[in-house]
């Protein structure tokens, strides 16, 4: 049960979008079913990979605007799922997420910059587990008819946002690292 605890640290990606630019008109809306925020973290080194299966986006990202573009994402975290459910209701506990006290994530950019080729990266407030830290998200913006594909994937250190205390807190058993990746489909708001 507490040997898979490590998978609680890389729920902390989820919360990576937000942003804070507020000048763009165009406002986009999350296509949920076809979006996905996926972590990876490693308990005696073996991977293990865990999702949220609720959260939302409030965005008005533009790739030709993009100074101008701001996102807000809120992450459910009661609604985190691991490979077995002892794993699922280990990572809910205190000592990892606590989501009975700190049931939402969320990320809000403060800027967003290219980087050239369709790659961009996303400064912003991480707000995981009551403690709140800056952090830089890169990204790809592709367009596809009328929607807006957001994806990318960073780093995130889960003893930063309290995640895994006690005996959990040594990183030879649970890594410190967790991988975590999202996929992000936007579409006009009607």
Known sequence: MMKHAWIIGLWMGAGL????????????ELA??????VFTGQQMGVPTQGRFQKFDVDAAIDPTAIETSR???????????????DFTTEIKRPRWFDTANFPETVFESTQFRALGEDRYEMTGTLTLKGV???????????????????EGQFELKRLDFNVGD?????????????????????????
């Open 132 to 150: 709140s830290r800056e952090i830089a998200v890169p990204l790809t913006l592709a367009t596809e008819g009328e929607d807006l594909l957001a």
């Open 32 to 37: 949920l079913e076809q979006s996905e925020i």
């Open 71 to 85: 996102a807000r994402i809120a992450i459910d975290m009661d609604s985190v799922a691991l490979p077995a459910r």
């Open 17 to 28: 979008f937000g942003a804070s630019a507020s000048e763009i008109q165009t406002r986009q």
């Open 166 to 190: 006690g005996i959990w807190a040594d990183t030879d058993t649970v890594a410190n690292e967790v991988q975590i990746r999202f996929k992000l489909r936007l579409q006009p708001q009607p």
